[in-house]
């Protein structure tokens, strides 16, 4: 089993729309969690960490369910510039490794 | 944060000869991380190169095909020996920080991507 599972999609939506993205782990100790973006043939750079108590940031909320152990990252208002991979990160807490999901494909159409 | 430069950012290399990726951080780290990643996959970590000791190889990853330099703590190397086409793939190095609420963040390098013909 992975120690992190992401819907590959793409997910094609409209601009304006909301669209929600939910990734699994298999660790119940991890400690932190990211959501990372990775736009074609560049190197991933940190959207945004996730909180036990839940994130914002402008358009982007991310969120965390320890008992169930998936987080998840909701944006509002799609953007053209959205469009790009997002990653979700956890790391596990003794040696601070970090297993990263397959990514999430997301296309904003005009 | 920290600023990473890696080098080079693509090849295109012969089946049998080695390539060696350049990783050079503008602050000193602890550890510096490469990982690849294939077309369509997710960050697989190859190893944890420490300053002053051998790397720590991660399963599926050893020393005769993914040697690594750690010199000084701003500088690493990660040399890809006797290439197939199978390591056809992006090669990045990482480093660790910590972030907001004491999370402690990867930062990147812009990655190296490799052709094996």
């Known amino acids: 089993r992975k120690e992190v599972e992401q819907d590959p999609g793409p997910f094609n939506v409209p601009e304006g729309a909301t669209v929600a993205f939910n990734c699994t782990y298999s660790?119940?100790?991890?400690?932190?969690f990211f959501w990372y973006r990775q736009d074609c043939r560049k190197e991933p750079k940190l959207l945004m960490s996730?909180?036990?108590s839940g994130n914002e940031d402008g358009r982007f909320t991310a969120q965390l369910n320890r008992a169930s152990q998936y987080i998840s990252l909701l944006i509002r208002d799609s953007k053209l510039s959205d469009s790009a991979t997002y990653l979700c990160?956890?790391?596990?807490?003794?040696?601070?490794?970090?297993?990263f999901g397959s990514g999430t494909k997301l296309n904003v159409k005009p | 944060s920290a600023v990473i430069s890696q080098k080079p950012s693509r090849d295109i290399c012969q089946r049998g000869t080695s390539l060696t990726i350049q990783c050079q951080v503008d602050?000193?780290?602890?550890?510096m991380f490469w990982y690849r990643q294939q077309p369509g996959q997710s960050l697989t970590l190859i190893a944890t190169?420490?300053?002053?000791?051998?790397?720590?190889?991660e399963s599926g990853f050893v020393i005769d095909k993914f040697p690594i330099s750690r010199p000084n703590l701003t500088f690493s190397t990660l040399t890809v020996s006797n290439m197939s086409p199978e390591d056809s793939s992006i090669y990045l190095c990482?480093?660790?920080?910590?972030?907001?609420?004491?999370?402690?963040?990867?930062?990147f390098g812009q990655g190296t991507r490799l052709t094996v013909v």
């Open positions: 996730v909180y036990s």
């Open positions: 990160v956890v790391v596990e807490g003794n040696f601070n490794k970090f297993y």
């Open positions: 990482s480093v660790e920080y910590l972030g907001v609420g004491a999370n402690t963040e990867a930062f």
């Open positions: 602050s000193q780290v602890t550890m």
């Open positions: 190169a420490n300053q002053g000791s051998e790397a720590t190889y």
């Open positions: 660790n119940s100790a991890s400690q932190s």
